[in-house]
């Protein structure tokens, strides 16, 4: 079933050492993840065929998927600046940073054998999770980039939407991009162009940190008062990615079976 990335939860750092968690990113974070959950769930009805759509076909389906990846991936990469900030985090040694790599990394894998089981060829075998977890490897040392890294987003995304190779066209290279046509798979989030909406969110996210606009110091002070219950959603997106799906689905198929109840 189709996937959309967890990002990691933001923080700055304090005078005093302190993590401040930033409750318009967590805001953010949760609207996308109540997109995706809305969307699954239109999708797992369209697989037990309680409804019939296209959603792999039909532009307007493709279109909001295509716009939450996108949510996910820039607040990914708004989130891994602003841990760049914080203490240690700069360093391959951090013990957090390798902490949160390794969980993203094992619900891929999770994910990988989840969807061989359901789906058989059409396992997902480079999602969204997949790409989450090679990213934060790849982007670790762009945070030093600080504004430019806004030029390499729009050359990244400039080059994965506008190139195609047909040297790309296999399975052992479709992941990197440029391939002409989509692997058959349940969800692909290859590294061109997505790489290019996480730099997008670290380059926006310096400009942030750095500007004394008085738009920048609002955001930064803003709080989600009255939309707890989307900022909650945004404080656990591995959580929410990981159970939302098997209750979903888990849910369905037992309705369907009582459907099939003689009498």
């Known amino acids: 079933m189709p996937s959309h990335p967890p990002s990691p939860a933001p923080a700055l750092s304090t005078n005093d050492g302190a993590r401040q968690r930033l409750p318009v990113v967590d805001l953010a974070r949760g609207v996308a993840i109540a997109q995706m959950i809305a969307y699954h769930f239109c999708y797992d009805l369209n697989f037990f065929s309680w409804i019939h759509v296209a959603l792999t076909r039909d532009a307007p389906w493709i279109a909001w998927r295509t716009a939450i990846v996108t949510q996910f991936l820039f607040l990914a990469g708004v989130s891994l600046s602003l841990r760049a900030t914080s203490e240690r985090s700069r360093s391959w040694s951090s013990p957090r940073f390798w902490k949160r790599w390794a969980q993203i990394a094992a619900c891929a894998a999770l994910v990988s ?3 061989w089981w359901i ?124 159970l939302h799906q098997p209750l979903l689905f888990g849910a369905l198929y037992a309705l369907q079976g009582l459907r099939q109840m003689p009498g």
């Open 113 to 115: 054998v989840a969807s």
């Open 119 to 242: 789906f058989g060829p059409r396992w997902i075998w480079f999602g969204v999770l997949h790409f989450v977890a090679a990213a934060q490897l790849l982007l670790l040392g762009a945070s030093r980039l600080g504004r430019a890294t806004l030029a390499l987003a729009f050359a990244v995304l400039g080059a994965g939407t506008l190139l195609r190779f047909a040297a790309f066209d296999t399975n052992a290279l479709s992941w990197i991009g440029f391939a002409p046509t989509k692997p058959h798979t349940e969800d692909f989030v290859p590294l061109f162009p997505w790489l290019g909406v996480m730099l997008l969110g670290m380059g926006l996210a310096d400009v942030w940190q750095n500007s004394d606009a008085r738009w920048a110091q609002s955001l930064r002070r803003s709080s989600a008062r009255g939309w707890r219950g989307l900022e909650l959603l945004g404080r656990w997106p591995l959580t929410v990615y990981m």
